[in-house]
């Protein structure tokens, strides 16, 4: 049973930096495919960026490409989400998810069967 753990978010200006962290208990990181979502106020919860199982194989939406980054620390644990010059409509609620892993790269809410307890990111003007 794969157990997943977010720090705190956080509050940041327009143009900001945040870095958000996820630790992972119950598998290790090799072993699973990982992902942060967003939830922005009455919207639906959207795939941000996705870590296959392999480490070196990531997506992200069109929307964050260039400016956040997805990580991993294999030794600790750990999941990152990297996000540079935030955007007002980047507040959100943001979620780490981890699934079994399998070919290929997947961005589908509804694959993911583990989810951490979500972080609030709010970006003030």
């Known amino acids: 049973q794969v157990q997943l753990v977010e720090s705190w978010g956080g509050l940041v200006q327009v143009g900001g930096s945040l870095i958000l962290t996820c630790a992972v208990s119950g598998n290790s990181l090799s072993s699973i495919d990982v992902a942060w979502f967003r939830q922005a106020p009455e919207k639906e919860r959207g795939y941000v960026a996705v870590?296959?199982?392999?480490?070196?194989?990531?997506t992200y939406a069109d929307s964050v490409k260039g400016r956040f980054t997805i990580s991993r620390d294999n030794g600790k644990l750990t999941l990152f989400l990297q996000m540079n010059s935030l955007m007002t409509e980047e507040t959100a609620v943001y979620y780490c998810?981890?699934?079994?892993?399998?070919?290929?790269?997947?961005?589908?809410?509804?694959?993911?069967?583990?989810w951490g307890q979500g972080a609030g990111v709010i970006v003030s003007s």
């Open positions: 870590m296959a199982w392999i480490g070196v194989v990531t």
């Open positions: 998810a981890a699934r079994q892993r399998s070919v290929g790269v997947h961005s589908t809410r509804g694959t993911y069967g583990y």
